[in-house]
């Protein structure tokens, strides 16, 4: 369910939810991937959109905005994976400062890892000409650190809102 586009495009929400389990598959070891969020869907989303091809969300307003993310995931054998997120600004992907979390996964076992953020998103300028936008993309990657099992994401959420 969508809420409508407000006026004031200052008031930016959502809020997505695991509809259905998602892989994610690694080739080499120690390397960032994109997490693999096929079964997230949209329970609210008011000027943030989730791109549900490339996984990814897009921001056009500039501001302050609170990141919650929770996710529960399932893994190989005693294996240490990272997830961390990343932001795309004016075509140049970013790592957010400190937003990287290790945990260990135990096979079948599920283990829950959540991260708060503040992010600041400001303007970007468009060919030095003084028409700035925002139009910024956030990514959550993940990496094995010791093998290529992947990694089975079962359940999670996002919220995400501006607070200024």
């Known amino acids: ?3 409508g586009d ?4 200052r008031i930016c929400y959502g809020n997505w939810y695991m509809l259905s389990s998602s892989e994610t598959a690694f080739t080499t070891t120690d390397t960032w991937t994109d997490l693999n969020l096929e079964g ?11 791109d549900t091809t490339n996984y990814r969300w897009t921001f056009t307003t500039t501001g302050f905005y609170v990141v919650q993310m929770r996710m529960a995931f399932a ?5 240490s994976y990272s997830m961390r997120m990343q932001y ?11 937003s990287e979390i290790i945990f260990t996964t135990k096979a079948t ?5 959540q991260n708060l953020m503040i992010l600041p998103l400001r303007e970007r300028d468009i060919n030095n000409k003084g ?3 925002t139009d910024q993309k956030i990514i959550i990657q993940v990496k094995n650190n010791d093998d290529t ?16």
């Open 88 to 98: 795309n600004w004016g075509g140049t992907d970013y790592v957010v400062a400190d």
């Open 149 to 164: 099992s992947s990694l089975n994401l079962k359940n999670g959420d996002m919220n995400i809102y501006k607070i200024g």
């Open 40 to 50: 997230l869907r949209a329970d609210i989303e008011n000027n943030i959109k989730f």
């Open 131 to 133: 028409f700035g936008r």
């Open 6 to 9: 407000f006026e004031d495009k």
């Open 109 to 113: 076992n599920t283990w829950e890892v």
């Open 75 to 79: 893994g190989g054998s005693n294996d």
């Open 1 to 3: 369910m969508a809420i």
